[in-house]
């Protein structure tokens, strides 16, 4: 049900980190710090989503409990995992706490500690890249493909969480196992071409779901005027 265009964007995306760990000799640290950031940019994707959604009973003022809430949650899922990193990759746990003491609510606190064992010149293409593919998606698949007409905010709210926590759990066994070796780059490459195959898995099945109440509304609007 997703458009080629939004796959393409997807999997051309991914590629950033593969030629990351070759050409700029990104590290394991570089390659999660990325990820995370890539957590950020589909929480803020979701909030869009949310705020426009116009499915079937859709209301606004349904709107004003659930977006914020959503916000709220996946923001201190989003933290958490950031201070995952942070210590998983040796930045210490004392960085993070400064950050989070020091950075604002909602992970931002966070950021500069994780980014502290990063290049951030490097980072940031690679944050570009996924966040114009998620971009992409947002625009040829829910709106313009009318996914925006077919969804709530209410049955938006998971959405993210079961997306994040696979590719997150391939990427950190993935990191453990790089790490064990040493972070050679052929398990760095292993790593970033499993958790594309991942995310583009994920991607075609969230909007596969999204896709099958449209079919069935239509078989029954055919029964109907038969």
């Known amino acids: 049900m997703s458009s080629r265009l939004a796959v393409v964007s997807l999997v051309a995306a991914n590629v950033v980190p593969l030629v990351g760990v070759l050409a ?10 990325l990820y995370w950031l890539e957590n950020g940019i ?19 003022l349904g709107k004003l409990f659930l977006v914020p809430f959503f916000i709220v ?11 995952f ?7 210490g746990l004392d960085a993070v706490g400064t950050g989070i003491g020091t950075g604002g609510p909602f992970g931002l606190g966070v950021v500069s500690s994780v980014l502290l064992g990063v290049d951030s010149g490097t980072l940031a293409w690679g944050v570009l890249s996924l966040a114009l593919g998620h971009g992409v998606s947002l ?14 905010a209410a049955a ?10 696979i590719l997150h759990l391939t990427i ?55």
Do not use: C, Q
């Not at 589909?42 to 606004?60: C, K, L, Y």
């Not at 625009?139 to 709530?152: A, C, Q, W």
């Open 24 to 33: 700029w000799d990104w590290s394991i640290a570089t390659i999660l710090a």
């Open 42 to 60: 589909i929480g803020v994707s979701n909030v869009i989503r949310m705020v426009t959604a116009a499915g079937p009973g859709e209301t606004h």
């Open 73 to 83: 949650h996946y923001g201190l899922f989003w933290t958490v995992h950031g201070v």
């Open 85 to 91: 990193v942070t210590s998983f990759f040796g930045a």
């Open 139 to 152: 625009v040829s698949n829910y709106f313009l493909g009318g996914e925006v007409r077919r969804v709530t």
């Open 156 to 165: 938006l709210m998971a959405r993210p969480y079961g997306r994040v926590v």
């Open 172 to 226: 950190i066994f993935g990191a453990f196992a790089a790490m064990l070796l040493g972070a050679p780059i052929g398990a760095m490459l292993v790593l970033v071409v499993t958790k594309t195959v991942v995310d583009v898995g994920a991607h075609l099945r969230e909007h596969r779901a999204i896709g099958e109440p449209r079919a069935g509304h239509l078989e029954a609007h055919r029964v109907s005027r038969s």
